[in-house]
């Protein structure tokens, strides 16, 4: 069964503070792997796609890369508009209308100034 | 650009009221349609995904229904609500050829 494991659940830093969310992965072979930004009462906003080992891409002040079993979220010198719950997706190979699309729970950020 | 709008926002229904949430996109063709909830704490769960209008596939069995009249709109329904149906419920789009998924706005559901 495939599954994606985020931790922390919730990580506190301070403005400029770098750190790393941490989203692992089992799956029957991965077509993609999706990083989304959610702000509270809001649906999800789409940040990044990986597709293989030792893939990155950036975005300000965000990195995203990806290993063969996890991916990980590079903030560096977070300001407090960082703040939000950055939830990762992977989707299988064989899924080929996204019916797969498999979330994990989410790390909630708080940057604070 | 591509634009997808949910209404309502939100909504307080009495248990064993019916439901209807809808889902518009602008600014694509046929585009793949999603209906997710998302509870508190966990992962958001899929519950419909439409390729074309009238094709509707049910990824868990529940006392909602979905329906695709046109192609850029989904609706979410049901005829008697559940305190369980309480819930986040997220409309997504993705182009046919594509992997990302694309939410919408979400509606805030709350059944008394």
């Known amino acids: 069964e495939d599954q994606v494991t985020q931790s922390p659940e919730a990580l506190r830093l301070q403005e400029g503070e770098s750190s790393s969310l941490n989203c692992s992965y089992t799956v029957s072979g991965l077509r993609g792997l999706f990083w989304y930004r959610q702000d509270p009462g809001k649906g999800p906003e789409f940040l990044f796609t990986l597709y293989s080992a030792g893939e990155e891409k950036e975005k300000e002040r965000l990195k995203a890369t990806l290993t063969k079993k996890e991916s990980f979220l590079h903030i560096t010198a977070p300001k407090p508009e960082d703040s939000a719950t950055y939830l990762c997706?992977?989707?299988?190979?064989?899924?080929?209308?996204?019916?797969?699309?498999?979330f994990g729970p989410g790390t909630r950020l708080s940057v604070l100034p | 650009s591509q634009t997808i709008h949910q209404w309502p926002a939100t909504l307080v229904q009495p248990v064993g009221s019916p439901l209807s949430l809808e889902c518009t996109v602008e600014?694509?063709?046929?585009?793949?349609l999603y209906w997710y909830r998302q509870a508190a704490g966990r992962g958001l769960q899929l519950l419909f995904y439409?390729?074309?209008?009238?094709?509707i596939s049910s990824e868990v069995p529940q006392n909602l229904s979905a329906s695709r009249p046109q192609d850029r709109q989904f609706i979410l329904s049901s005829k008697k609500l559940l305190l369980s149906d309480s819930g986040f419920y997220l409309c997504?789009?993705?182009?046919?050829?594509?992997?990302?998924?694309?939410f919408g706005p979400g509606t805030r559901l709350t059944v008394l």
């Open positions: 997504a789009w993705r182009y046919g050829a594509g992997d990302e998924q694309f």
């Open positions: 600014g694509t063709s046929n585009p793949n």
């Open positions: 439409s390729v074309g209008i009238g094709q």
């Open positions: 997706a992977v989707q299988a190979r064989w899924d080929n209308y996204g019916q797969n699309f498999v």
